[in-house]
């Protein structure tokens, strides 16, 4: 279908012809602005920024660069197009023909997976709303507004399912949704990482590394959905998405180059004094960002996993190129977790274990961006590393045991006594907090970040990217 970008909503679902469905999600747009405008980006709602919009979803369209004032952008709704004759790939329906309206037996399944993705759009753009009074540059700065831009439309790509598809509960679980807020000890957002302040532009670069990463995985899973309107939604999310893993991991890699820069201009590992960031203070900030965002795929044996995939909501990554039944009937996977004082494993039934199975890809992927920073450390004698899966957790098997990032158990006290040394100090804050100081000129950049070797849409980097 194509897009209309006529009406108050832009859209490709064709909501022109479904006057109920306009109007309730027309009544929820004023409430959308106007969360936007108390809890989004603090600074610079006023100014033009050069964004990137979705006007239409092929090849040409949904990369649309204009500049385009926040609160202006156009927020739609947009699924990839169908797969003709699309059957459902894994679970207990596998071989039927992918559901186009909402199985009513999954209809509480649905909700929650619906609710919990959409919940975490909105409370990232709260969680990053005061990080334009401290960008490193305009081109930083740009890049900020637009992922905010993006989660608020993926907001609104979840918030289009609860209304098209679970009618009143659905009105209600959209409105929900700008209720709750990032560190709201009444109401807090759903998961854990995502009440956790993003204070600094070292946490934020960490934090789309790591955390939205965790949403790539999600979304790529949810694609798999026999709910074929899930699945578009997040097929075409997972394009969004990629810009996102692009600022964390290509500003990772500029910190770690500008750290590596200074080391040998100055023959030191303590380039503190120096206005850059030490690697051991990256590796504590990257363990918490890491250990946290493990715990956003819930427990290693989880019966909620299991029932989805049985049930063909929630699928593996790349669901298709997996040689097995894609049912996991009798099939069983090693689990890790603490054993008596160390680290063993226990077979589980391969479907209570997917939130791992998942969870295993997604290290892997961020295992690379890692050894892509490495090379920037080439010479140095330092590296960074991912710490063992089972350090600092607060969900699943290893919640309430002590392991250090060398994957030791160690008891209570021990861990407390070496936490200093993996997990973010006071210190650290504070020097990092002394470098954020803001750089609006165009084509300058902080002195602890490195300049990215290209601008955004074949701009140069010195292009003015946010309108001052
Ligand atoms: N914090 O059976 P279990 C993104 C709860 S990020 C708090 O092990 P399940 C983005 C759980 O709710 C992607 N609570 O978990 C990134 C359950 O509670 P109930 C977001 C947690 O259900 C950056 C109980 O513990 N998308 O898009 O198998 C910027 C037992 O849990 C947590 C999704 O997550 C936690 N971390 O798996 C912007 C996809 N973990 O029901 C955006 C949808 C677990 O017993 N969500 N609990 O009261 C899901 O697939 C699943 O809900 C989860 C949890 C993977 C999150």
Known sequence: MAVDFTGRIPNNVGLADDQRLLRALERWQPRFVEWWRELGPSVFQANDVYLRTAVDIGQEGWAHFGYVKMPDYRWGIFLSPPLPDRVIGFGEHRGQPAWQDLPGEYRADLRRLVVVQGDTEPASVEQQRHLGRTAPSLYDLRNLFQINVEEGRHLWAMVYLLHAHFGRDGRDEADAMLERHSGDPDRPRILGAFNEPTTDWLSYFLFTYFTDRDGKFQLASLRESGFDPLSRTCDFMLKEEAHHMFVGASGVARVVERTAELMRAHDTDDVAPYGGINVATLQRYLNFHYSVSLDLFGGEASTNAANYYTAGLKGRYNEASREDDHRLDGATTAVPGPEGGSIGETHVPALTALNFDLRRDYTADCAKGVARWNRALAGTGLELRLPHEGFNRRVGVFAGHHVTPDGVVL??????????????????????????????????????????????????????????
């Open 411 to 468: 008891p209570p006290d021990a861990w407390a006594a070496g936490a200093p040394a993996w997990l973010p100090t006071d210190e650290d804050r504070s020097h990092v907090a002394s470098l954020m100081q803001p750089v609006y000129e165009p084509g300058r950049f902080a002195g602890w970040v490195a300049a990215p070797s290209a601008g955004i849409n074949a701009r140069p980097v010195e292009f003015a990217y946010v309108e001052l």
